[in-house]
């Protein structure tokens, strides 16, 4: 689990790559992919003081690959969380007998108890800025035979409200919690502002509980009170209260909520709201990879409605989705459709158009950068307009194809060539030890490639004759990229063994001999090699496994 780590806590070697071993090997196949190792770099094994100090060093290595995979409890740790895994302080009283199940549960615990330690340390800042325009003289405007009306020759555009607030958590212990808010408002020159602050304490695994203190000068002090319980593995509630104090009196609240798992991607919900606009409503909510449905019915004062909407999900890079509703009730009816997707990393942009009766045509445009959002609802006109709804669904889009192609592509592109190079930085120190091991490698091989040449030489067996490993530039488009590759000629000749070349399913630059000389680019293993006396070719992926001689890999000498 990645995210269970921190992101610069990447593990750089990859014990199944070095011993070239599928990662359901067994404690045999590991054994023998050690013992073979150790043939190569044992120290015993070289009489030159400076290559018996880069075998001792590459022994080490190996050992320590072959200690952990060969340890059922380790193995699992590294299996789930990789080397910065075993690092976590407290496996030592880890029982040695656990499954790997019991072994997770036990590094979540470990690792909540030090992301506890870190918390207090955090918060969770939240944002919302909202601006509403009003475009109706866009489409609304009067006739020209007014001749009363004084009106320029453009269109009036006005922002006619906006709102803002924000919201920040200060982690007190580890069950408290501390909320504070606060927002403002204004809306044709007049508005206000409240401040929120709760109180959060978590009582247990199954439920938390909440105060909350807020002032205004809009609607006076509040006090409120908020309780969560979960009742039954597929069953939760929550029950809130307040009391709002104005001029015009003390004015209670409540609201509760009952919710159920009605299957896995299926919940349904009932709620009761008691107060100034009093409720009841009921919900079915199916969440699915590819989809999200809800279905509502409310009865209540004032208003009595219908609702259905509909959400496909696209399972492309940038999650891209199509929405659709309609709502209908006593105070009119509402179609909404709209789309949202992906535009950078932290970035979701948005848009929905909304037609209905008697609200008109209105875009709804809504930016999430992190953890702060940016809403424009702009209103284009009273009336069912075709031209309105017409500029309304086809604007957003061509604005957004221009901008995509102008402007985000191109940012984007920039951006991931800086990171590139940031990570090449980053990783310089680390690429420059692996390929100080690899060379080291190469020089320990040589002794045992030249047996294993002259082995597969007399039965006109397996004999590697080229192999470059790294980034290929084969697409005419990229002429000008520079290709970046590594002779492994004597690395591959070396894991040969009864003419057969067999690559498992893992990362090649952990590969005795290898390193990556591209960090973060498309990598590939190219094999020029002769089996029988004859030439074969292959290409393959970084992570694909490899068993050579094939008889697909042959070159036809006709051609």
């Not at 009306?149 to 408290?176: C, F, R, W």
């Not at 009196?249 to 299926?266: F, Q, S």
């Not at 509703?325 to 948005?350: C, W």
């Not at 490639?449 to 990229?478: H, P």
Request: charged share 25%; proline share 4%; aromatic share 8%.
């Amino acid at each position: 689990m990645a995210s269970a780590l921190e992101d610069d806590e990447i593990d750089n070697d990859d014990y199944y790559s070095l011993l070239n071993v599928r990662r359901e090997a067994t404690q045999d196949e590991l054994k023998a992919a050690y013992r073979r190792l150790c043939m190569i770099y044992h120290p015993d094994k070289h009489r030159d003081p400076d290559l018996k100090l880069q075998a001792e060093q590459l022994f080490n290595l190996v050992h320590q690959a072959y200690e952990v995979l060969s340890d059922p409890q380790a193995r699992a740790i590294y299996d789930i969380y990789g080397k910065r895994g075993l690092d976590v302080e407290g496996w030592e009283v880890v029982e040695r007998k656990r499954t790997p199940v019991e072994i997770r549960e036990e590094y979540e615990r470990l690792h909540k108890e030090r992301e506890e330690r870190r918390l207090q340390q955090r918060t969770n800042p939240k944002g919302l800025i909202s601006v509403g325009i009003d475009a109706t003289d866009l489409f609304d405007r009067y006739d020209e035979d007014y001749e009363d009306v004084v009106s320029g020759s453009y269109p009036q555009v006005e922002i006619n409200k906006m709102h803002i607030s924000q919201s920040i958590e200060a982690p007190l212990t580890t069950t408290d919690t501390a909320i504070l808010s606060g927002s403002l408002s204004t809306q044709n020159g007049t508005g206000g502002g409240n401040i929120n602050l709760a109180l959060r304490r978590v009582t247990s695994a199954k439920g938390w509980g909440e105060l909350e203190f807020g002032a205004g000068d809009t609607h006076g002090p509040l006090l409120g009170m908020k309780l969560f319980r979960n009742l039954t593995p597929r069953c939760f509630a929550t029950a809130q209260c307040g009391l709002q104090f104005s001029s015009r009196g003390v004015r209670p609240g409540a609201t509760t909520v009952l919710a159920r798992h009605l299957d896995k991607n299926t919940m349904g919900y009932l709620q009761w709201r008691w107060g100034t606009q009093s409720s009841m409503n009921t919900s079915i909510v199916r969440d699915t990879k590819t989809s999200h449905f809800t279905f509502a019915l409310q009865l209540g004062i004032p208003h009595c409605f219908v609702m259905t909407s509909y959400q496909y999900k696209f399972q492309d890079e940038d999650q891209t989705k199509i929405k659709g509703s309609i709502k209908s009730g006593f105070f009119g009816t509402m179609v909404e459709y709209g789309a949202e997707r992906k535009i950078s990393r932290h970035s979701v942009l948005g848009a929905t158009v909304s037609v209905g009766v008697p609200h008109g045509v209105s875009l709804k445009i809504k930016l999430n950068r992190a953890s702060q959002t940016y809403f424009f609802p702009i209103h284009l006109t009273d009336q069912l307009l075709p031209s309105a709804v017409f500029y309304a669904t086809v604007g957003p889009l061509v604005f957004y194809l221009a901008i995509q192609r102008l402007v985000i592509r191109p940012y984007l592109h920039s951006q991931k060539e800086q990171d590139l190079e940031k990570q090449r930085e980053s990783s310089a120190t680390d690429i420059a030890r692996k390929r100080q091991e690899a060379e080291s490698s190469v020089l320990l091989m040589q002794e045992s490639v030249r047996r294993i040449i002259e082995a597969e030489e007399s039965r006109m067996g397996l004999i590697i004759l080229n192999a470059w490993y790294g980034k290929f530039v084969t697409d005419n488009s990229k002429k000008h990229e520079r290709a970046k590759v590594i002779d492994v000629t004597v690395p591959l000749q070396c894991l040969v063994k009864d003419s057969k070349l067999i690559l498992t399913e893992a990362t090649k630059s952990g590969l005795p001999g290898f390193y990556d000389a591209c960090v973060g680019e498309e990598k590939c293993l190219k094999v020029l090699y002769q089996f029988r006396g004859v030439m074969h070719q292959v290409l393959s992926g970084d992570t694909e496994p490899l068993r050579i001689p094939k008889q697909s890999h042959r070159i036809d000498n006709d051609t």
